[in-house]
């Protein structure tokens, strides 16, 4: 474990507050959770876990050794593939405040091992970690693939994507619906859609959305 004396460092990361590469814990009380922010931080951009700074920015302080013990079984023994994890210990206002950088994964997805050791993986959304839909798992599969990946422009694609031009944003499901094809296979056409850049996958009313790309927003 590394020991730095930076407090300005510390003090610059949490003038920025919580966003899509950096999350604030008051404590750690169990390494299953923690787990969830691992997974969605290696599934998205990367970033770090500042463990005990409050929500308002404030240094609480890392309590115990427990919690550092409890970060790295967090990412080695409840995350899968493990996740290599750096952390260094910050001395600030006589407390200890320990970040944990964590770097986004090349073969995604990484699944945090829950209570009943379901896989789950998960996204960072801004300052969220959000369960990973099954066309987060289909990129992933098809990104992870040794095959090229291919488009046969036949009529369910024309199908699919005309009924998804034709909403500013549509749910998974409604594409089901309308669409009348099995949920697996809209699943895999949406995500061979986003991986060739022509549907993209929003985060809007507590659920991800999908529209035709350069779809343009309401003003």
């Known amino acids: 474990m590394k020991l730095d004396c930076n407090a300005q460092y510390i003090y610059n990361l949490i003038a920025q507050g919580e966003h899509v590469r950096q999350d604030f814990k008051y404590e750690i009380s169990d390494a299953r959770k923690i787990a969830r922010s691992v997974s969605a931080f290696a599934n998205t951009e990367g970033g770090?876990?500042?463990?005990?700074?409050?929500?308002?920015?404030?240094?609480?302080?890392?309590?115990?050794?427990?919690?550092?013990?409890?970060?790295?079984?967090?990412?080695?023994v409840y995350c899968s593939p493990e996740v290599a994890i750096e952390c260094r210990i910050?001395?600030?206002?006589?407390?200890?405040?320990?970040?944990?950088v964590i770097p986004q994964c090349a073969t995604k997805p990484v699944c945090a091992i829950d209570e009943q050791n379901r896989r789950r993986a998960y996204v960072r959304i801004a300052d969220e970690n959000i369960?990973?839909?099954p066309v987060h798992l289909d990129i992933w599969r098809r990104t992870n693939s040794s095959g090229d990946t291919m488009i046969t422009y036949d009529d369910s694609v024309r199908s699919l994507l005309a009924i998804i031009d034709s909403?500013?944003?549509?749910?998974?499901?409604?594409?089901?619906?309308?669409?009348?094809?099995?949920?697996?296979?809209?699943?895999?056409?949406?995500?061979?859609?986003?991986?060739?850049?022509?549907?993209e996958q929003v985060w809007e009313e507590r659920k991800f959305l999908y529209r035709t790309k350069n779809t343009p927003t309401e003003p």
Not at 172 to 191: E, F, H, Q, T, Y
Request: glycine share 6%.
């Open 48 to 76: 770090r876990l500042l463990v005990g700074v409050k929500d308002n920015g404030k240094i609480a302080g890392v309590r115990s050794e427990e919690e550092i013990y409890m970060i790295e079984a967090a990412a080695r």
């Open 131 to 133: 369960l990973a839909t």
């Open 167 to 199: 909403h500013p944003l549509i749910s998974l499901n409604r594409c089901c619906r309308l669409s009348g094809m099995p949920r697996r296979k809209v699943c895999a056409l949406i995500a061979d859609f986003i991986r060739f850049s022509l549907v």
């Open 90 to 100: 910050y001395k600030i206002e006589g407390k200890d405040v320990l970040e944990a």
